[in-house]
């Protein structure tokens, strides 16, 4: 409870700083720096230090952060302290990517179900995932799933968020490109490629 | 040069407001308060307004900002006002989704050029773009491109940004879960779809 007032632009740069955290330790360092996070992410340390502020200051002047304390926090705060289960909607070309991706578990999740609605998909098979009916997204309730990635096209992702809200999904990663509406005690996370894309130019010298 | 002390922070969040003068100009607006558009987007409007005020402020009180001039000034700062043309370097699962990906024309983006090193891809053709061997990469700077998408295996992704780096791409958006290293003068975003999915349970209520 008393983290609620973390605003969400730090909460966006906490998984960033999580996963500098998790590759210095397999680099087997014990402390760092703002200075060094700074550095290697390419922002500036008083951010980093102001962020870090919000819960709780484990930094020592001259020595660093604790790395092992800092990624406690980080993931007690991101609730990525216990592993989650999660579903994908949609297998599809970025749904068999994201299947595919090697990302997730270093945060904790597992993508334990998949759905599509192509009957030639059913049962077949991607890194282990059985590929299931959309028709059983009902029984992600029993199977204590609450979070799910939706990569269907955007005609059906209204109707994709609906099923998942009605079978208790508490968190939308949203990768259709649209807007999706469910209730507000659900959040979505909407990904749109092309805006980070148009990020690009900005930094690109004239000429 | 006068815009860029713009912070990275709020350079990241423009393409985020020009999505939304985009869609309120589509619905025949003129004008938008600094409050419609963090309710839109579930942000707060101080910020919003103190990410306008880095580049003059075009805001009438009770009126709101126009739409017509904080779009023309958001796509100048953003250098999306003149056309890109981009190259993809990757066509499997994620690089075939990214071709299909209807959002990259709203900001100007124009794939034109796709490439992969299977010999059975080259010559095929999606959304209209026949995929070319990655021996081609060095053509990209007579044909004027510069900008480039990397979703290559993450085994592969070093090796390809130094090819685009020598065929002159100014900027890479890479979608191998790996960092890159570049010369300074070229701008790479990293994108890693795991972190978005990482701020997900701390917005879930508990139980």
């Known amino acids: 409870m008393k983290y609620r007032k973390i605003p969400d632009e730090t909460v966006r740069r906490l998984p960033i700083y999580l996963r500098v955290l998790l590759f210095s330790r397999e680099q087997g360092k014990e402390n760092i720096s703002s200075r060094d996070i700074a550095v290697f992410l390419g922002v500036n340390s008083a951010q980093i230090r102001k962020d870090f502020s919000y819960f709780g200051d484990f930094g020592t002047p001259g020595v660093g952060y604790n ?19 999660v579903a994908l909607v949609g ?18 999740f597992d993508i334990a179900a998949a759905f599509d609605n192509n009957p030639k998909k059913i049962r077949k098979k991607i890194n282990n995932i059985a ?12 199977r204590g799933i609450n979070l799910a990635i939706v990569a269907v096209p ?15 999904i508490k968190g939308i990663l949203n990768f259709s490109p649209c807007y999706i509406a469910v209730p507000k005690r659900v959040k979505v996370i909407t990904i ?5 894309l148009a990020r690009l130019p900005y930094y690109m010298p004239a000429g």
């Open 154 to 168: 955007e005609e059906a992702a209204q109707q994709t968020a609906e099923a998942l809200v009605k079978a208790g």
């Open 67 to 85: 790395i092992e304390k800092l990624t406690k926090q980080i993931k007690k705060i991101l609730k990525l302290d216990v592993t989650h289960r």
């Open 91 to 108: 297998v599809g070309n970025l749904g068999s990517a994201i299947l595919a991706y090697p990302g997730f578990k270093i945060y904790g």
């Open 131 to 142: 590929i299931e009916s959309i028709s059983r997204i009902p029984t992600l309730k029993k």
């Open 192 to 196: 749109d490629i092309a805006m980070d």
